[in-house]
């Protein structure tokens, strides 16, 4: 009788030791993770300070981009005002610029990379035409990137601003182009306008 | 009139459709290019390769007309979009673009779509299985 219960009182201390265990080293793990989260903070601060330090850069000075740029920002200005129709105005005339593009001007190198960048921008735009404002939002995001490919490509005689909301997609974050130094947020419109800020400045 | 509808009826069952099925397994399928776990490849075959691969499952209603100019409507637009069978001839910029598309689409109950989950009530995607979907698909967008 006596050995039982040692036996059961073992097992207890054991099963209640193995237990603490396992939570230090969730809790041991959460802190890890917390950590990290930090320095990965400490990362993107230190990026944006060092950031700020360039903010200007010069680009080739090209105004063939100038109408794929223009129908761009009409459509960023579109959504900054929530105008699903509007947009889809500029999606045409995205397309349209795209259409026009003098190609022969490219470099062999620049040619394949602008027409993956042109392929890709077209079918965005497509979507923008006949979607709902959050879908022409979510192409809008990509096209950003695409112009700004465009721009590092070949250049661009305009003054713009890269542009970085942090909020947009759940936290994840999204960049635009802007043609004016105010920022205007064109993923979350009038309910946060003013959320965002500058990354670059292109000329 | 009701006789005149049935001989347009029986008409149109005459009429030939091309049927999306290939025995062709290309270098650039989707599985073939990128190492997909079996549980994705599951999910993927089941619920979305009818309209985004070269390859159908057909149901029985494909051999009545008109619904099968229905499917083969969808089929196209579908693999316009998005073909599995070719993921791997996108360029890398496209490729990336289509994986986020996938993740939105899914997250917000927008594929598979809501008239062929009504039919197919197998193809429709449980949390879990959008769970694992979705966070798939995140850490393949990272690496492209």
Same mark, same amino acid.
């Given at each position: 009788?006596?050995?039982?219960?040692?036996? %059961?009182?073992?097992? %207890?201390?054991?099963?209640?030791?193995?237990?603490?265990? @396992?939570?230090?080293?969730?809790?041991?793990?959460?802190?890890?993770?917390?950590?990290?989260?930090?320095?990965?903070?400490?990362?993107?601060?230190?990026?944006?300070?060092?950031?700020?330090?360039?903010?200007?850069?010069?680009?080739?000075?090209?105004?063939? =981009?100038?109408?794929?740029? *223009?129908?761009?920002?009409?459509?960023?200005?579109?959504? #900054?005002? *929530?105008?699903?129709?509007?947009?889809?105005?500029?999606?045409?005339?995205?397309?349209?610029?795209?259409?026009?593009?003098?190609? #022969?001007?490219?470099?062999?190198?620049?040619?394949?990379?602008?027409?993956?960048?042109?392929? $890709?921008?077209?079918?965005?735009?497509?979507?923008?035409? @006949?979607?709902?404002?959050?879908?022409?939002?979510?192409?809008?995001?990509?096209?950003?990137?695409? /112009?700004?490919?465009?721009?590092?490509?070949?250049?661009?005689? @305009?003054?713009?601003?890269?542009?970085?909301?942090?909020?947009?997609?759940? $936290?994840?974050?999204?960049?635009?182009?802007?043609?004016?130094? #105010?920022?205007?947020?064109?993923?979350?419109?009038?309910?946060?306008?003013?959320?965002?800020? %500058?990354?670059?400045?292109?000329? | 009139?009701?006789?005149?509808?049935?001989?347009?009826?029986?008409?149109?069952?005459?009429?030939?459709?091309?049927?999306?099925?290939? =025995?062709?397994?290309?270098?650039?399928?989707?599985?073939?290019?990128?190492?997909?776990?079996?549980?994705?490849?599951?999910?993927?075959?089941? =619920?979305?390769? *009818?309209?985004?691969?070269?390859?159908?499952?057909?149901?029985?209603?494909?051999?009545?007309?008109?619904?099968?100019?229905?499917?083969?409507?969808? %089929?196209?637009?579908?693999?316009?979009?998005?073909?599995?069978?070719?993921?791997?001839?996108?360029?890398?910029?496209?490729?990336?673009?289509?994986?986020?598309?996938?993740?939105?689409?899914?997250?917000?109950?927008?594929?598979?779509?809501?008239?062929?989950?009504?039919?197919?009530?197998?193809?429709?995607?449980?949390?879990?299985?959008?769970?694992? /979907?979705?966070?798939?698909?995140? @850490?393949?967008?990272?690496?492209?």
């Amino acid at each position: 009788m006596k050995k039982t219960i040692y036996v %059961i009182a073992f097992s %207890i201390l054991f099963l209640s030791a193995c237990k603490n265990d @396992k939570k230090q080293t969730e809790s041991h793990d959460a802190s890890m993770e917390e950590t990290n989260m930090h320095q990965q903070d400490e990362h993107s601060s230190m990026d944006n300070s060092s950031m700020q330090g360039d903010l200007k850069s010069t680009t080739e000075k090209n105004s063939s =981009s100038s109408e794929i740029i *223009d129908a761009y920002l009409q459509l960023k200005n579109a959504l #900054t005002e *929530d105008s699903k129709d509007k947009a889809a105005e500029a999606g045409n005339k995205i397309l349209t610029a795209f259409s026009n593009f003098d190609m #022969t001007k490219l470099s062999d190198e620049q040619h394949m990379t602008y027409m993956e960048i042109m392929e $890709n921008s077209k079918e965005h735009a497509e979507h923008i035409i @006949k979607s709902p404002i959050d879908h022409q939002r979510e192409h809008f995001e990509e096209l950003s990137k695409d /112009v700004n490919d465009l721009i590092e490509l070949i250049g661009t005689d @305009k003054t713009l601003y890269v542009d970085f909301c942090p909020m947009y997609n759940n $936290n994840k974050g999204a960049m635009w182009l802007s043609e004016t130094e #105010t920022i205007k947020n064109p993923y979350l419109g009038s309910n946060m306008p003013t959320c965002g800020n %500058i990354q670059k400045k292109i000329n | 009139m009701l006789f005149f509808f049935l001989i347009v009826f029986v008409g149109i069952q005459l009429v030939p459709t091309n049927h999306n099925q290939s =025995s062709v397994i290309s270098k650039t399928e989707f599985n073939n290019y990128i190492v997909v776990p079996k549980n994705i490849q599951n999910i993927l075959k089941n =619920s979305c390769y *009818d309209c985004h691969s070269n390859n159908t499952n057909y149901p029985w209603y494909n051999k009545i007309q008109p619904a099968s100019w229905f499917l083969e409507k969808h %089929i196209n637009e579908g693999k316009k979009e998005l073909n599995f069978s070719t993921f791997g001839d996108y360029s890398k910029r496209k490729q990336k673009s289509k994986l986020k598309s996938i993740i939105n689409q899914i997250r917000d109950d927008k594929m598979p779509l809501k008239s062929y989950t009504l039919i197919h009530r197998n193809t429709k995607l449980n949390e879990l299985q959008k769970k694992e /979907v979705i966070e798939w698909f995140t @850490k393949l967008k990272d690496s492209v």
